[in-house]
């Protein structure tokens, strides 16, 4: 796969970025990952630096208080199989306690980005009107819902249901909508099947989805992921020529999106093995 001919003109805000939050895990011509927790990392974030908030946190779905414990793969991984993907945290709280801590990234997110920067928020059906509150509540104005549709394969508890086949990306903006002439405007539904191969994180989404995504962040420009997981905001930052940030707990996941990005600035893919 080619990769997109970048802006090579420095980033400035990236490299503010770079110098207020210290060394990073890893960093590769003009993609960097820290390790850590979200709300200590984003804390040092410059103001005025951030095109898009580009995230998929943990949903918290059917999250009792008492679970703090639970194993995502119960919930994510049919018959526990996690196929060697490694399992994480976050992904407890009850729905005010969820609300309330969406909040709290968002706004510090916020606080870095740029006038008119986006915030793109993955979630599924349960937590949506959640995370347009919170979404809100951290400062942008919401401006709608981008749905995915994952395909067929979507699993149903039963025959009875209507399939889980959506999951939702709620959006909005640090003020008014920039009026762009270079890219644009954006699909508001993407139909993208989920491949294996793909697919490095037990909730990993594809990552022809995330280029389209990273579309909104101008050539050059600067996209956040604050829990970039198995890296693949990154990796679609580098497939479509753009600068990016992302902070992730796991020092597994830290080391896979490493790898996936340094394969996909080769021009490649890395694959996932089943173990």
């Known amino acids: 796969m080619a990769r997109k001919q970048s802006n090579r003109r420095k980033n400035k805000q990236y490299e503010a970025a770079k110098k207020n939050l210290g060394k990073p895990f890893f960093e590769s011509k003009e993609i ?11 804390s040092k974030l410059p103001a005025n630096a951030i095109d898009a908030l580009i995230t998929d946190p943990p949903y918290c779905s059917g999250a ?29 709280r009850d729905q005010r306690s969820f609300k309330y801590w969406c909040s709290l990234w968002i706004s510090q997110a916020f606080n870095a980005c740029k006038d008119s920067a986006y915030c793109l928020v993955f979630i599924d059906w349960r937590q949506l009107a ?30 009875g249901y209507f399939r889980h086949q959506c999951e939702f ?30 697919k490095h994180h037990m909730t990993g989404k594809p990552t022809p989805l995330m280029q389209k995504l990273v579309q909104c962040v101008p050539s050059g420009g600067l ?10 905001t990154l990796v679609a ?16 996941y830290c080391e896979i999106a490493a790898r996936r990005i340094e394969a996909a600035q080769r021009g490649e893919l890395l694959k996932f093995q089943k173990q």
């Open 169 to 198: 990306i709620p959006w909005g903006t640090k003020g008014i909508v920039p009026r762009l002439t270079d890219r644009g405007p954006f699909a508001g539904s993407y139909s993208i099947g989920v491949k294996q191969t793909d």
């Open 32 to 42: 960097a990952i820290y390790q850590g927790d979200t709300l200590e990392l984003s």
């Open 64 to 92: 009792a208080g008492c679970a703090v414990m639970a194993d995502p793969s119960k919930k994510y991984c049919q018959s526990g199989k996690t196929l060697g993907r490694p399992s994480f945290g976050g992904d407890f």
């Open 130 to 159: 959640t995370m347009i509150d919170a979404i809100q509540a951290g400062g942008f104005c919401y401006k709608g819902l981008i749905s995915w549709d994952k395909g067929g394969s979507a699993r149903a508890p039963h025959k």
């Open 237 to 252: 930052s580098v497939l479509e020529g753009r600068y990016a940030i992302g902070f992730e707990a796991s020092e597994q």
């Open 223 to 232: 996209a956040f992921d604050p829990f970039c997981g198995s890296g693949t």
